[in-house]
């Protein structure tokens, strides 16, 4: 049985045990949540004074689950004569259904308690252990208990009703009940999370779905969201489990947006449940082709909170696109620069990336005049702010010490980027994967200037800044004794040498010189990377490598992703069908969802991929990975109006057939066969 069990609509989530339970926790955020607070640290039932234990838990859907439990001891769970069904909905606050079930032949009378509290925490302060700085209160009423904290202009409730009538103290509910021979009763518990706002009122209660909602409405929502994705065709249960499973969670991650109103994806549960402009943009990337309404909100937000000014507190500068948004009380009395905070030296230039891949996939040329300004002034960051040292890199180094990042790439722990020999490189670094992000988003804004606001000047100019760093890339990055790209620069220019998998990030890049590309291909392959399982992080034989390290040897199933994709730009459809597969196959262990990371050790040691103990799952980016190892399979690429087929299958995969209903693309299969919506033959 799992040890935590969770529910979630959107960044609201429940985090709980087995049995429902939550109790205090500085380890790990269980609890209620909503935007970063901590609404429920205690929600605890007893029977009589006695804690119960699971039977069974049914969490087939994202927002609800229902945990059977029941008092005594495991040798007296056969001859249970009292059992409580608890089921826990929701959906901007929490409910939950509370039955007791008599299943003895005469009347009995129980004690029924639920403990609750609330300590309030931001999530930064359960991470790194802070202790709290306001006032809690507790207020007892009639079936009503209200949680209040107070800190100067920041405050939060939760309000927690009965439906059945109880004893309110300051510490819980308590209800003396009677139930006849084989019998129930039940109460229905309500907890509201409201976030006040300057006039008073829940700042939500604004926003078009009201903060507060249904199972009913969550259910619709996420069904009209399924039924506008492709349908899937496969004889891979593997592959059709994920696929599955990946759009539920997208779904589900989805959250309101306090500023703009507009749907959201948050990147994890439950440390990164809102926008993280990183996360956003690479899964946007991954569910284009199969969700594109997912993508303008992204687009937009990321350009309407882009940087306009110089602020060393949150790594600010003029036209750098934001590294993660919080709501919470560290970031609103600025214990944390997370207001937004701008420290990622790659979202930059990965959001002109994705506004590129958007048009060719959709024609949507209106968002991407609309966002000309926001995309100019990102390219703009990628030359000036972005070069550190005036090398023609993008380099970065935190200008604020004590709360900003100093890792600033995707792998933005404290020890991701080292030399071979373990030690760490001095600051400003320049990682390899963020010179192929540039690259590439000057290549792809010169297609937008021409095609789209008619800029044939600025393409040029463009094209050719590409063209030179191209060459100089693969000039200064390649360790010609080593046949492989550096994992950075360090501020000397010499080679950070740790053989990592950024540089796999080089081939989706396209900066990678042709005769070159075997050569990666070859070593992230190699069991050094390759586990079998997927590609590492950092390779075994590495001064820092530990297959249960977050960023040094772990496994990360977006990675992989992107690392196939990349192998099939250069051809390497074998690899990539090898990457593929063993994604797949690790997926079957995680029911079909894809965790964040996973331990880096050998196959051949174990028949499963290992679990990485603090692992977010859900995550996003880790959900669409399923649809980008689709896309890749199948070989999907846009070319003008028309739709390209080069399928990269791996062998014994059967039967993969993908019909787009909305009409954009109709239907393809893994043989390379397609209709468009307006053909009834299948043909190449």
């Known amino acids: 049985m799992k040890q935590l069990v969770s529910i979630l609509d959107g960044n609201t989530f429940v985090v ?79 409910g939950e259904e509370l039955t007791v079930l008599n299943h003895s032949g005469r009347e009995m009378r129980f ?66 009940i009677s139930i006849g021979p084989h019998a129930e009763w039940g109460t229905r518990l309500h907890v509201a999370t409201i976030i006040y706002g300057a006039r008073g009122e829940d700042i939500r209660a604004t926003t078009p779905l009201g903060g507060n909602r249904t199972p009913d409405a969550i259910r619709a929502e996420q069904q009209d969201l399924l039924d506008r994705a492709p349908k899937l065709g496969c004889d891979c249960e593997p592959l059709a489990g994920a696929y599955r499973q990946s759009l539920n969670d997208l779904a589900a991650l989805r959250y309101e947006s306090i500023t703009l109103g507009v749907r959201l994806l948050a990147a994890g549960l439950p440390w990164f449940m809102t926008l993280f402009g990183r996360d956003s943009i690479l899964t946007s990337l991954q569910v284009l082709p199969f969700l594109p309404g997912l993508v303008p909100p992204t687009l937009q937000i990321l350009a309407g909170l882009q940087g306009h000014r110089l602020d060393d507190f949150r790594d600010e500068e003029p036209g750098k696109i934001l590294h993660e948004l919080r709501y919470g009380e560290t970031a609103g009395f600025e214990e944390q620069p997370h207001s937004p905070y701008y420290g990622s030296a790659d979202t ?39 070069d550190l040292l005036g090398t023609g890199y993008v380099w970065y180094r935190t200008r604020n010490p004590e709360t900003g990042l100093e890792n600033q790439c995707w792998k933005d722990s404290w020890d991701s980027i080292s030399y071979a020999d373990g030690r760490l490189p001095a600051f400003p670094r320049a990682t390899c994967e963020i010179q192929g992000y540039a690259y590439d988003a000057k290549l792809r804004g010169a297609r937008l200037a021409r095609t789209v606001w008619n800029d044939p000047g600025y393409a040029e100019r ?29 501020p000397e220019g010499r080679h950070v040498d740790a053989l990592a998998s950024n540089m796999g990030h080089l081939l989706w890049s396209g900066i990678v010189e042709e005769p070159r590309a075997a050569r990666i291909a070859e070593r992230l392959l190699s069991p050094e990377l390759f586990s079998g399982w997927g590609v590492r992080t950092l390779a075994t034989g590495q001064g820092r490598y530990n297959p249960i390290g977050y960023h040094v040897g772990t496994v990360w199933p977006f990675d992989n992703a992107f690392i196939a994709w990349g192998l099939t730009r250069y051809g ?60 890749v399979m199948l070989g999907l690429e846009p070319q003008g109006e028309h739709l390209i087929i080069d399928p990269a299958v791996p062998e014994g995969m059967g039967r993969v057939e993908l019909l787009d209903i909305s009409g954009r693309w109709g239907w393809v299969d893994a043989l390379g066969r397609s209709r468009t919506p307006h053909d009834d033959s299948r043909g190449h």
């Open 348 to 386: 930059t230039p990965l959001f002109v990336i994705l506004l590129d891949e958007y048009e060719r996939w959709t024609g949507d040329a209106t968002l991407v005049k609309k966002l000309e300004f926001a995309a100019r002034a990102a390219l703009h960051w990628i030359d000036t702010y972005g």
């Open 16 to 94: 709980s045990d087995p049995r429902g339970d939550v109790e205090p926790s500085y380890d790990f955020p269980t609890g209620l949540f909503s935007f970063d607070t901590r609404f429920l640290s205690t929600w605890v039932l007893t029977l009589d004074g006695e804690r119960l234990n699971a039977l069974s838990i049914d969490d087939a859907h994202s927002y609800l689950t229902r945990y059977f439990v029941v008092p005594g001891k495991p040798t007296h769970y056969l001859d249970a004569k009292v059992s409580v069904i608890r089921s826990r909905s929701i959906g901007g606050g929490m």
């Open 111 to 176: 004690s029924l308690r639920m403990e609750m509290g609330s300590d309030f925490a931001d999530l930064f302060e359960i991470k790194h252990q802070r202790p709290k700085k306001g006032r809690t209160t507790a207020t007892a009423g009639e079936n009503e208990l209200r949680l209040t904290y107070r800190r100067d202009g920041f405050h939060r409730e939760a309000v927690i009703t009965s439906t059945a009538s109880a004893h309110v103290d300051q510490a819980g509910m308590t209800w003396s």
């Open 462 to 490: 463009l094209e050719r800044e590409a063209a030179a760093l191209k060459e100089r890339f693969n000039h200064d990055f390649w360790m010609p004794e080593k046949e492989s790209y550096a994992l950075a620069l360090d």
């Open 572 to 631: 390497f459809r074998e690899e990539a069908a090898r990457i593929c597969d063993a994604m797949l196959s690790a997926s079957r262990f995680f029911d079909g969802r894809l965790p964040e990371a996973f331990a880096g050790y050998e196959r051949g040691l174990t028949d499963y991929p290992v679990q990485y103990p603090t692992a977010c799952s859900p995550q996003a980016w880790s959900a669409g990975t399923p649809l980008l190892l689709l896309r």
